[in-house]
């Protein structure tokens, strides 16, 4: 599958040439320069925010207008001179982050990291299954697909004490990220079944992870340098009306979660895989998620912090149940202990310099047809 | 001392009546309305921002054409049409938060929270002499002081188990907060005696923090609902320029920090006093900071993430070595156990709605004078 269908319609932010970004939808081979062609300087902007500040109705409306302009053949002449070869445009960033939370809602993961991390403790932490835990990252080294990614410096702690260096250990995280687009007031709690009433779209996002660096510095106050450097999302939106047909219920959850997350929404059958320079190394399934983005939502909210356009919030990594399922090289590698051989024959633990990563998804269209999510992919590079 | 005098001279956004905010310089009783009295439309914006973007050599001209405006009469006709009475005014955010970052940096806050919070432990986290941890606090809820503060819904962990309610342990923590206004590219490493380079000014903060919540939600990805329902600070932004006579040596590091930790650059004797309700219970200085302003920048920046215009970092709770310099309700009263009692002859351990809390500052001055850092406060509402 190459391009999205008229399924999906997402949103983005490009180019041609030098001139300042503005808004397109993706379809085909194309691009469509929506400013023009809906007459609606909305789009106009570098960023996807003003659009998303619109709110739901009026997602609606222009996703309906899109979906007539490009299925008729008589208003289809009129959008024409408007799409542009997507060979022809470069993509930015599409959205202007405003806060940006991590959540780490899958179990599989959590329980792979805690086996390797806290060896002598329960694998599971004591409030895990309590409340959808999450902490808040860089907003400001969000980037998008295609940017290199620079091995980070830092500080860690080797076999002779703390050095400071190139992280040895550079991994990766595979997520779905939700991005909000209606705002609210502070104190406004948000329930998980009004997910949509304020998140837009999804994107792919690559939590790129320095283990080394994270390991040393988490305690007690959380990961900040391991995951500050960069964190990569797919340059296309895809709206969560396009993934109307992906909808699942949630996990069951046990203990019972508090009212305040309850009826806990729905899930999502978004289908991941991930691309070690050209090998797949793994196909984590979003169903396999514990915690709802509905959830997340409302435990975000609960305690009266408002939610602003562009806010951006993660899953945490997606790891199946099965060894070829996991969203991370430190589980796939069982902590660097059991290298993954590539197709050209070498073997990898963690990422090495020049190493690419792509990760790409699918998720179930109508009449049972499945549509793409695009890909977030990112180049390793030596620090300076 | 009440007002701003010549020496400081420090920068926020107000408004008068339904008026777009704009920028603004303290000065006694008055704010010079600055985009007509200087001629510059870059403070005509509602935020300090675009200022801030002009880097080190624009505020310092700035500056010193203030300087000169309101100490020579002649010019000082010019510039009275534009100043406007305190009192006539609503200060707003001075600045628009990119991302937001709260170190933990003092000792005796660290030891004292370590006995609290992991009294089988070692107080001091086994990293914590190594580097100035750290994490991103929510950018979207940083309010001006004045806002009032509606006490936090949420999980915790009861007696009985997991119960949701509002935050019995609600608390504050004296912090100084440090304004970027130079950005730099991705992959720019600070040292830390480059701070001026980048960092504008400084901003009384209060760490607003709900204890059960965050004890409850912290491990393993630390703090997250417990701090992100509101950070005040003071509305006037002092210029790091009007505390050059408040620089004081960094304190003794032991062990020696990692070469891109040093040299260490300077502290700040920067005295801090908080008034619960009518009572100063607590008096916390800088000068017990362990590591620098610049320590904290290097650190952020080691990895390779940017900085924004914008960006706000936090230096941690300052608390100083003896009880009545303790930075935080939560050491005040020692978790609770340890009553204070006010001017009023009421107790508390942590705030009770209605409670205004008040962190004024001061540091040294030219020629043996004290200049004021101004002050922030909030005042306590029940959950709606």
């Given at each position: ?6 399924e ?16 397109g939808v ?5 691009v469509?320069?929506?400013?023009p ?14 659009f998303l ?6 997602w ?6 899109l ?54 403790a ?16 860089r907003?400001?080294?969000v980037?998008?697909s ?27 995280e ?8 209606t705002?609210t ?32 510095e988490?305690?007690?106050?959380g ?5 500050s ?24 959850q046990d ?5 305040y997350l309850t009826?806990?929404?729905?899930g ?31 435990h ?6 408002a ?11 997606v790891?199946g ?7 991370s090289?430190l ?7 059991e ?15 020049g190493d ?13 047809s ?14 300076p």
């Amino acid at each position: 599958m190459t391009g999205f269908g008229i399924e999906t319609l997402p949103y983005g932010a490009f180019r041609v040439g030098n001139e300042t970004p503005r808004i397109g939808v993706a379809i085909g081979d194309s691009v469509l320069d929506l400013a023009p062609a809906l007459g609606d300087d909305v789009f106009a902007h570098p960023t996807l925010n003003p659009f998303l500040a619109r709110g739901p109705a009026a997602w609606t409306r222009t996703r309906d207008r899109l979906l007539e302009l490009l299925t008729h053949e008589a208003l289809l002449v009129s959008a024409e001179p408007h799409l542009i070869p997507r060979q022809d445009v470069t993509l930015s960033l599409p959205i202007e982050v405003a806060d940006y939370v991590d959540f780490y809602s899958n179990e599989h993961h959590a329980i792979n990291v805690g086996r390797m991390f806290r060896p002598d403790a329960d694998p599971l932490p004591v409030n895990w299954k309590h409340l959808p835990a999450g902490y808040h990252g860089r907003a400001g080294t969000v980037v998008v697909s295609g940017t290199p990614i620079t091995r980070p410096l830092g500080q860690y702690r080797g076999p002779d004490g703390t050095v400071f260096g190139a992280e040895p250990r550079l991994d990766i995280e595979v997520e779905l990220g939700f991005v909000v687009g209606t705002p609210t007031a502070p104190g406004t709690r948000v329930s998980a079944t009004d997910l949509a009433e304020h998140v837009f779209g999804v994107v792919l996002l690559n939590d790129w992870s320095a283990r080394a660096i994270q390991a040393w510095e988490y305690t007690p106050l959380g990961p900040f340098l391991g995951k500050s450097f960069a964190t990569s999302i797919s340059p296309w939106v895809v709206p969560l009306e396009a993934l109307a047909h992906a909808q699942v219920p949630g996990p069951a959850q046990d203990p019972a979660p508090l009212p305040y997350l309850t009826p806990a929404g729905t899930g999502l059958d978004v289908r991941f895989e991930v691309h070690w320079n050209d090998t797949v190394v793994t196909r984590p399934p979003f169903t396999a998620m514990y915690w709802t983005p509905g959830q997340q939502l409302a435990h975000l909210t609960v305690g009266g912090a408002a939610l602003r356009t562009g806010d951006l919030f993660a899953s945490g990594t997606v790891s199946g149940p099965q060894p070829d399922q996991r969203g991370s090289f430190l589980e796939l590698s069982w902590n660097g202990t059991e290298p993954i051989t590539l197709a050209d024959g070498t073997t990898r633990t963690f990422l090495a310099d020049g190493d690419t990563v792509t990760i790409r998804a699918t998720a179930p269209g109508p009449n049972g047809s499945t549509i793409t999510l695009g890909e977030v992919t990112g180049t390793i590079q030596p620090p300076p």
